[in-house]
């Protein structure tokens, strides 16, 4: 029978719980394969486990309980696999990883073949298969464990077109109205190229990511990078290609019109956005980068 570590209003359970950690976590522990080793003690990061001396198990202080972030460290680190943590809301991996751990080199090729794909073949992209880029992207880190990030993605090539168009006319105004923004330079081109039949601001992808979340969050801005960065590198294992569509960030920022036209949960805010889709062309080989800048110390 597992042990389980719980605190605030618990509903009755068929086993016996003893300890706390909050009303929204529960960290269990099977005292059969426990040991005692400690492990879990060590490297939880905000002190919150003890040992029991009574059981000989690990326990939760019911003072530091309301800091359990629900990070699942004790549970990832148990070599006996004793521990279960279940939070509200929380999910299990949708994948099994059965694969050894990739080398360094096949995770440096992995990196360095990643392009910034502007041209894409003119079928869609699965739901499925941007359904389980997603499910990896999910363990991306985040400040203090919070997992603020939330997704919207659009699947439909038309309305990505129809949303570029809302940026073109953004980018109209800015050449109207404001001479000297920093984008003023290139911003006739790119209109030239869209009257032209060239979509310059989200290169005819048939999907667009958008990472958002609260406006008053304020780890959301690195936190939504963090996470869409590792969907950048996710999307290519799935045969995938990805570009930053920065100008649809910058004219969201900008233009009521533009956020409007993502339409986002009330009171969210876009704080990334990413072209998905299938490469036109393939990239065999690896180009120079500027030599590494460091400094030892």
């Not at 521990?83 to 995770?107: F, H, K, M, S, W």
């Not at 041209?119 to 919070?146: C, D, F, Q, W």
Request: proline residues 10%; hydrophobic residues 40%; charged residues 20%.
């Amino acid at each position: 029978m597992e042990e389980a570590v719980r605190a605030g209003p618990v509903a009755p359970q068929p086993e016996r719980r003893t300890g706390t950690v909050n009303a929204m976590t529960t960290i269990s522990v099977n005292p059969e394969l426990c040991t005692g080793c400690r492990t879990c003690i060590d490297l939880c990061p905000y002190f919150i486990l003890t040992m029991n001396n009574t059981t000989g198990n690990p326990a939760a202080d019911p003072l530091l309980a309301a800091a359990c972030c629900h990070c699942g460290h004790c549970m990832a680190v148990c070599p006996q696999g004793a521990i279960t943590v279940r939070y509200d809301n929380g999910r299990p991996a949708a994948l099994e990883c059965e694969e050894e751990p990739v080398t360094p080199g096949q995770i440096a090729r992995h990196f360095m073949m990643r392009r910034s794909v502007r041209h894409y073949k003119p079928e869609t992209v699965p739901r499925e298969t941007l359904n389980a880029v997603l499910e990896i992207v999910r363990y991306a880190p985040s400040g203090m464990n919070g997992q603020p990030v939330h997704w919207t993605v659009i699947r439909d090539p038309g309305a990505v077109r129809d949303l570029a168009g809302v940026v073109i006319a953004w980018a109209r105004d800015s050449v109207k109205n404001q001479p000297m923004h920093p984008l003023a330079p290139i911003l006739p081109m790119i209109i030239g190229k869209w009257e032209s039949g060239r979509d310059l601001i989200c290169h005819g992808a048939p999907a667009l990511v958008i990472a958002h979340g609260p406006k008053d969050n304020p780890n959301l801005s690195i936190d939504s990078v963090i996470a869409m960065t590792h969907l950048d590198l996710a999307a290519p294992a799935f045969g995938l290609g990805t570009c930053w569509a920065g100008f649809v960030q910058i004219a969201a920022d900008a233009s009521p019109d533009v956020a409007r036209a993502l339409q986002l949960p009330e009171n969210h805010r876009s704080f990334c956005a990413m072209m998905v889709g299938y490469p036109k062309f393939p990239f065999p080989r690896v180009p120079q980068r500027d030599a590494l800048r460091v400094t030892w110390r």
